[in-house]
């Protein structure tokens, strides 16, 4: 895992001129963490009706930012360098594969910036990271079945949400 990470720090540090609004994609800091956290709870209750903790997922998105095997969230920042989306990325070992999947979780975009695109240049970072990197063999995300708009999304870029089905057990 230590080159995966490796990767990601010397590949996705890079800032990337996305288009021409000059949105820029790049890995998030521990500056950025409320923002991020804020960005979860408002996720949670807009596509699950779920109300967070605040101090528990500021604590955990906290947590991400000091231990990177847990995973690296990303951010897009628009010209002013406001935080504009955030995602998460988590690690998977596939041993059928004998190399790792990225998991994008908690995606979110701020509602004023939805519809242009912002998602799409945070993926296509992301798959780009997976293309270039030997030890990584794809990207996968799961959705609420009941987020028909981003479930559009994702068809539209190609993702196949056909093959597998997602079961859980969670504590509270």
Do not use: C
Not at 62 to 74: C, I, L
Not at 157 to 168: I, K, R, S, V
């Amino acid at each position: 895992m230590s080159n995966v990470l490796k990767t990601a720090r010397t590949h996705l540090n890079e800032r990337t001129k996305l288009s021409k609004n000059m949105i820029q994609i790049r890995l998030a800091n521990e500056e950025d963490y409320e923002t991020i956290a804020g960005f979860q709870i408002k996720m949670a209750l807009e596509t699950e009706d779920i109300s967070l903790d605040k101090e528990t997922v500021t604590t955990g998105v906290h947590s991400v930012m000091r231990d990177p095997t847990k995973g690296k969230y990303f951010v897009a920042v628009d010209t002013d360098n406001k935080i504009i989306s955030s995602l998460l990325v988590t690690f998977e070992w596939s041993d059928w594969r004998n190399k790792w999947v990225l998991w994008i979780q908690s995606v979110y975009v701020l509602s004023e910036y939805r519809k242009q695109g912002i998602f799409r240049k945070m993926y296509q970072k992301v798959k780009e990271w997976a293309e270039q990197d030997t030890e990584i063999t794809g990207v996968r995300l799961y959705v609420d079945k009941s987020n028909q708009r981003a479930i559009e999304v994702y068809k539209r870029m190609g993702m196949n949400g056909e093959h597998y089905q997602l079961f859980e057990w969670m504590i509270s």
